[in-house]
């Protein structure tokens, strides 16, 4: 079954605000992960945070991660136009090899 | 130079008929994947070799066959397509059999079936 949720299905927002999404996932993990896709293209890989970390940052990303209530959220602030696509929360369980089991993805729009 | 390579990007096909989609990835990953995305943007895991050999077999009918020749190419060949084939496979490439670094994917293949 599916391993991830993300919350909210769809979210539009305009350039300069902060946009928030949230991650909720059912098994114990290995990592989490957030992986962007812009409309026909394929998925490109924004940042990992490990099981042992809680909050991560990569230049206008911060990923927090909350193991007790299995939940993760990806903040991009000072959003952009071109930051509009589909963010996918992706997760590796423990003890499983191979196997990234991906969220059902928010569809970010950033409007000028 | 593409790091996840797949081919081709479009296909339009009649049911019944059978095709490939090749892959290949120059990033010297051990690891290769393919993942199907639905109409709703579900991704869901198909298959996944490491070095040549299969690791995952996530309950995909046998019409759907993978072959790696080698670590660097993961084809997919698809028998007697079917409508509900219709969907956007993802080729994608990581280090190692464990997952501790991301994914790199393909730009994908969308298979259409008539």
């Known amino acids: 079954s599916q391993q991830g949720e993300e919350d909210p299905q769809a979210l539009s927002i305009q350039e300069g605000e902060n946009a928030t999404m949230n991650c909720s996932y059912k098994t114990s993990i290995n990592n989490l992960q957030w992986y962007r896709q812009n409309s026909g293209r394929g998925l490109v890989h924004l940042i990992l945070?490990?099981?042992?970390?809680r909050e991560k940052h990569s230049g206008r990303l911060r990923v927090t991660l909350d193991t007790s209530k299995k939940s993760s959220s990806l903040l991009i602030t000072a959003s952009r136009a071109a930051d509009t696509a589909s963010y996918f929360c992706?997760?590796?369980?423990?003890?499983?090899?191979?196997?990234?089991?991906f969220g059902t993805g928010t569809r970010l729009q950033v409007t000028l | 130079d593409t790091a996840v390579s797949q081919t081709p990007k479009y296909l339009v096909t009649q049911m019944g008929n059978d095709k490939s989609i090749k892959c290949e990835q120059n990033?010297?990953?051990?690891?290769m994947y393919w993942y199907k995305q639905d109409s709703k943007k579900f991704l869901k895991i198909m298959f996944s070799y490491n070095n040549k050999e299969l690791i995952i077999n996530e309950t995909v009918p046998n019409r759907f066959s993978p072959k790696s020749p080698d670590k660097a190419h993961l084809n997919l060949h698809i028998n007697s397509l079917e409508l509900g084939d219709s969907a956007v496979y993802f080729c994608a490439s990581s280090h190692g059999l464990f997952i501790m670094d991301g994914y790199t994917f393909g730009s994908g293949t969308r298979l259409t079936v008539v």
């Open positions: 990033l010297g990953h051990d690891t």
């Open positions: 992706a997760t590796a369980r423990t003890g499983t090899a191979s196997k990234l089991t």
């Open positions: 945070i490990r099981s042992n970390e």
